[in-house]
Nanobody, 118 residues
Framework: QVQLVESGGGLVQPGGSLRLSCAAA????????MGWYRQAPGKQRELVAT???????NYADSVKGRFTISRDDAKTAVYLQMSSLKAEDTAVYYC????????????WGQGTQVTVSS
């Protein structure tokens, strides 16, 4: 069964840190580009960060220098370390897997809530 399962969300104070995890199953994890998106209330889903199969990463300008994406192919997991969190980081965070080419594929997780508030 193909699935992505996020964990690690919760309530954190401004300036705090949080680490999100995403466990993948049912895909050849090492060939997929993995990523994190987020959606705040009343806003469109937006890209947070991606990491390619070779390890290259890409970040939204709003999180550069504060968030770090990483992957562990042996554990078929991707992580998002979030630091210096701001109220505007409050959103549902979704894990995403993408494979381009002739066998293109896209998988989404169910999302995990991150709330930054004092």
């Amino acid at each position: 069964q193909v699935q992505l399962v996020e964990s690690g969300g919760g309530l954190v104070q401004p300036g705090g840190s949080l680490r999100l995890s995403c466990a993948a199953a049912g895909i050849i994890f090492r060939v997929y580009t993995m990523g994190w998106y987020r959606q705040a209330p009343g806003k469109q889903r937006e890209l947070v960060a991606t990491i390619g199969s070779a390890g290259s990463s890409n970040y939204a300008d709003s999180v550069k220098g504060r968030f770090t994406i990483s992957r562990d192919d042996a554990k078929t997991a991707v992580y998002l370390q979030m630091s210096s969190l701001k109220a505007e980081d409050t959103a549902v965070y979704y894990c995403y897997a993408h494979l381009s080419g002739p066998s293109s594929s896209e998988v989404w997780g169910q999302g995990t809530q991150v709330t930054v508030s004092s």
